[in-house]
């Protein structure tokens, strides 16, 4: 099993990125899929989650501001963000769960999100 973040990059606040996560090795359709983030210093937290029948959650902090999707047809994951703050300056993790597990089974590599002000 193998996911493939990417899109992060260097952007000022109030800019948008969308990040991608191409997975690869799994039945795609069958995982929960989510996206996850540590900044420095910090532990690792959760940011958003898109069930196997497109049901989403998000945390606080980045409710109105991110949208994850999913394309089963490509395998692939997306977290589209606006509004960008400094705060949301981290590396961010796509991670894959299966049906039934407690949980997250596989994660990415991570992608790199810096947000100036």
């Known amino acids: 099993v193998q996911l493939q973040a990417s899109g992060g990059g260097l952007v000022q606040a109030g800019d948008s990125l969308r990040l991608s996560c191409a997975a690869s090795?799994?039945?795609?359709?069958?995982?929960?899929m989510g996206w996850f983030r540590q900044a420095p210093g910090k532990e690792r937290e959760f940011v958003a989650t898109?069930?196997?029948?497109?049901?989403?959650d998000y945390a606080d902090s980045v409710k109105g501001r991110f949208t994850i999707s999913r394309d089963n047809a490509k395998n692939t994951v997306y977290l589209q963000m606006n509004s960008l703050k400094p705060e949301d300056t981290a590396v961010y993790y796509c991670?894959?769960?299966?049906?039934?597990?407690?949980?997250?089974?596989?994660w990415g590599q991570g992608t790199q999100v810096t947000v100036s002000s």
């Open positions: 991670a894959a769960r299966r049906l039934y597990s407690s949980g997250y089974g596989y």
């Open positions: 090795g799994l039945t795609f359709s069958s995982y929960r």
């Open positions: 898109i069930s196997q029948s497109g049901d989403t």
